[in-house]
């Protein structure tokens, strides 16, 4: 499965991260959240192969002040 467009954005806000869009698009098809996360864990490390990276995206919601679909 090729990635065609990987989109990231992290906006911090004054107390920490306020909110994390992650966007994710492969040709024109749509992916739940989930789908997305798991996309884009394994295009990170696999990019990344020479740095350990743990992605706990649970634990990062968890400390969102907005309401996410996490």
Do not use: A, W, Y
């Amino acid at each position: 499965m090729d990635i065609g467009r990987l989109d990231i954005e992290v906006r911090l806000g004054e107390e920490g991260i306020g909110r994390l869009d992650i966007e994710v698009r492969l040709g024109e098809e749509e992916l739940r959240l989930e789908h997305k996360l798991e996309i884009f864990s394994k295009f990170v490390n696999s990019k990344i192969s020479h740095i350990p990276l743990t992605i706990q995206f649970h634990k990062v919601c968890k400390k969102l002040t907005s309401k996410t679909l996490c």
